[in-house]
């Protein structure tokens, strides 16, 4: 079975840090990949996605990620975090069939001032 | 702007009761989803429909069922309330054919069975 490993769960920065948060995935035909976020208290609503095409991605507020098919990852990135981007994020890919996303288990980012 | 609704934020059951949590889209999406979010499990697949009346299995939906008989709503069932099914439910729709296959979420429902 398809399966999205996300292996920071916690992670803790200051405010101008860099992030970058892991993503795996193990499926090896076609790819199109997401990144969710979820700010506290809100919908879970779409950072960016990968379907083809240029492998860096950019999505809203700043974030990008980076398809390398060779590491099967798409990695999160932002080079300066603000304390508003403490939220889980979630990478995901859809499956073969009938729009259907994995979830990864997420990964909660906490900036601090 | 896509909108979906779920029917209640929190809602508290006791044990064995039936339950009914409520989603409706405004976009006209074919394809439903119900998830359920458990902290350090992510979101969980339990049951999606990709037309009326039509409906598979995700991947945990012991203890589950699901009802369309709208395009736009779709309704997660729990036929006997458990205390293990307390959790957060979310709904989601998207378009079906060729293009993005973005999904749209709801607020959730925080559901407590005590």
């Known amino acids: 079975a398809q399966s999205v490993s996300q292996h920071n769960h916690h992670v803790i920065l200051s405010e101008a840090a860099s992030l970058e948060l892991g993503c795996n995935y193990s499926y090896g035909g076609t790819v199109n990949l997401f990144w969710y976020v979820q700010y506290p208290g809100q919908h879970l609503q779409l950072l960016l996605k990968?379907?083809?095409?240029?492998?860096l991605v950019k999505g809203i507020k700043g974030f990008e990620a980076e398809f390398i098919k060779s590491k099967f990852s798409f990695n999160l990135r932002k080079p300066s975090v603000q304390w508003s981007d403490t939220a889980e994020y979630f990478c995901?890919?859809?499956?073969?069939?009938?729009?259907?996303?994995?979830f990864g288990t997420g990964t909660r980012l906490q900036v601090t001032l | 702007d896509v909108k979906v609704t779920q029917s209640s934020r929190y809602l508290v059951k006791r044990t064995g009761e039936k339950v009914f949590l409520e989603c409706v889209q405004d976009m006209d999406h074919e394809n439903m989803f119900w998830y359920r979010q458990d902290p350090g499990l992510g979101l969980r697949l339990i049951y999606f429909?990709?037309?009326?009346?039509?409906?598979e299995k995700g991947d945990i939906p012991e203890g589950y069922s699901v009802s369309r008989e709208k395009k736009e709503r779709f309704s997660l069932i729990l036929e006997s309330a458990s205390t293990n099914q307390t959790s957060m439910y979310l709904c989601a729709s998207s378009l079906s054919g060729t293009g993005t296959y973005e999904q749209y979420f709801g607020p959730g429902t925080r559901l407590t069975v005590t």
């Open positions: 990968y379907f083809s095409g240029d492998p």
């Open positions: 429909s990709y037309d009326v009346k039509m409906k």
């Open positions: 995901a890919s859809l499956t073969g069939t009938a729009s259907k996303l994995t």
